[in-house]
Structure formats: C-alpha cells, structure tokens
C-alpha cells in the first residue's frame, strides 16, 4: 500500500519562502506522475504542479509560474515544492498526489497547512 506523507508546512511572512516535500512510501513503479494541490478555505482544490516520472516534465499552474518550483528525488521518492515570494492568497492546505498508470491507482497524502500572514 502506497503512502504519502507531506512535511514542512508552517507559518511565513509575505514576501517569505517555504518548502514542502513529500515522501511516497511503498512500490511505485517508474512511471508515475507526482503533483502539489492545495485548497484554501471555501475554495475547490487546485493543482499548483505536477512532475511526471521518469521524464521529469513539470507542469506549473500559469498564476504561480516563476515563484513556486517542483521538483523530485526518485532515489528518496520523494517530490518537493519549493514557494518563493509568497502571498496572503498562497495561504491553503497543501496535498500531496501521486497517479500510477499501472496498475491505474491515485494516491493523495494527509495535507500539510501553509499560512502566509504578518
């Protein structure tokens, strides 16, 4: 059984940076693709990125290209999201998602808060 465990949400200043990883625990094959959501409170969830194995293609929601990055260590299976200049609006639970195509399964983690506020 797959499990994803997210980490390093927390409180930030405007303006501030944070990084979130997320480790997949179990058998997840080579071809899978990795994704960030989040979901502010009263809003539907939203893809922020997402990085496909083993290519490596990144996937960056068009309002947060350029402040936020995604990246993956497939040796640790575990994906990061790197939020630069980070705003009020950033605020939200952050999930972790992991897609197999084979056998065709989604995984999501427990979600980690990130609040940005002075």
């Known amino acids: 059984q797959v499990q994803l465990v997210e980490s390093g949400g927390g409180l930030v200043q405007p303006g501030g940076s944070l990084g979130l990883s997320c480790v997949a625990s179990?058998?997840?094959?080579?071809?899978?693709?990795m994704s960030w959501y989040r979901q502010a409170p009263g809003k539907e969830r939203e893809l922020v990125a997402d990085?496909?194995?083993?290519?490596?293609?990144?996937n960056y929601a068009d309002s947060l290209k350029g402040r936020f990055t995604i990246s993956r260590d497939n040796a640790k299976n575990t994906v990061y999201l790197q939020m630069n200049s980070l705003r009020p609006e950033d605020t939200a639970v952050y999930y972790c998602?992991?897609?197999?195509?084979?056998?065709?399964?989604?995984?999501w983690g427990q979600g980690t808060q990130v609040t940005v506020s002075s």
């Open positions: 990085i496909t194995a083993p290519a490596g293609r990144r």
């Open positions: 179990g058998f997840i094959g080579i071809i899978y693709t």
């Open positions: 998602n992991l897609r197999t195509p084979f056998p065709n399964n989604e995984y």
